[in-house]
Nanobody, 110 residues
Framework: VQLVESGGGLVQPGGSLRLSCAAS????????MGWARQVPGEGLEWVLGIYSDGSTYYAESVKGRFTISRDNAKNTVYLQMNSLKPEDTAVYYCATIDYWGQGTQVTVSS
């Protein structure tokens, strides 16, 4: 099983980023996928999830700003982040049941 995130980086407040997570080694279309984030010294925050039927979960902290989607043909899940705030700065992890990616850093700063 592999989950490989990409798309992180430095962005100014109010800006946008799109993260991608390429999955392999399991039946991608049949399982829920999600994104979590962690600030150094703090706990992990589960921020978005998308189930196999396309239904979604959003944490209150990102509702209206972040969108999760999946492309089952490409075995890829996406995280579109808009209106980014400095408090969104964290390492973002793609995850499914029992498996996590290596994480990608998102830094929101002017």
């Amino acid at each position: 099983v592999q989950l490989v995130e990409s798309g992180g980086g430095l962005v100014q407040p109010g800006g946008s980023l799109r993260l991608s997570c390429a999955a392999s080694g399991f039946a991608f279309s049949s399982v829920p996928m999600g994104w979590a984030r962690q600030v150094p010294g703090e706990g992990l925050e589960w921020v978005l999830g998308i189930y196999s039927d396309g239904s979604t979960y959003y944490a209150e902290s990102v509702k209206g700003r972040f969108t999760i989607s999946r492309d089952n043909a490409k075995n890829t899940v996406y995280l579109q982040m808009n209106s980014l705030k400095p408090e969104d700065t964290a390492v973002y992890y793609c995850a499914t049941i029992d498996y996590w990616g290596q994480g990608t850093q998102v830094t929101v700063s002017s």
